[in-house]
């Protein structure tokens, strides 16, 4: 596996569940925000679900709250995402993607969705959901 390659991605139907790793053994301690992002045909390339400093906050994109759980496991050398209640507007390429945030909280509450803040990015992996 690659750097920040993410795997793990399918097909699946709408309800279902997939779970997405990618490697993050270098970005799991400190000031990093590691961050899922999708594009989905047609559509600029969006932060779904971002983790900060291996785990003392997780940020949410409100299309999935309470849907996707971000994650570090394998002692914080893998960033995980797990994606319940699949719906179709789920379909898209996902990345993982990691830069240094902020130690500022409110500084956080903008970074962790923008593209700038990244400066890792890993090759995508392609999730698809039918209806």
């Known amino acids: 596996q690659g750097h920040l390659a993410a795997s793990g991605g399918g097909s699946v139907q709408a309800g279902g569940f997939l779970g997405l790793s990618c490697a993050a053994s270098e970005y799991g301690y400190g000031v990093y925000c590691m961050s899922w992002f999708r594009q989905a045909p047609g559509k600029e390339r969006e932060a779904v679900a971002a983790?900060?400093?291996?785990?003392?906050?997780?940020y949410y994109a409100d299309s999935v709250k309470g849907r996707f759980t971000i994650s570090l496991g394998d002692g914080r050398n893998t960033l995980n995402l797990r994606m319940t209640n699949l719906k179709p507007e789920d379909t898209g390429t996902y990345y993982c993607?990691?830069?240094?945030?902020?130690?500022?909280?409110?500084?956080?509450?903008?970074?962790?969705?923008?593209?700038?803040?990244?400066?890792?990015w890993g090759p995508g992996t392609q999730v698809t959901v039918s209806s």
């Open positions: 983790i900060y400093s291996g785990g003392v906050n997780q």
């Open positions: 993607a990691a830069g240094k945030c902020s130690t500022n909280w409110y500084a956080r509450q903008r970074q962790w969705y923008e593209d700038s803040t990244y400066t890792e």
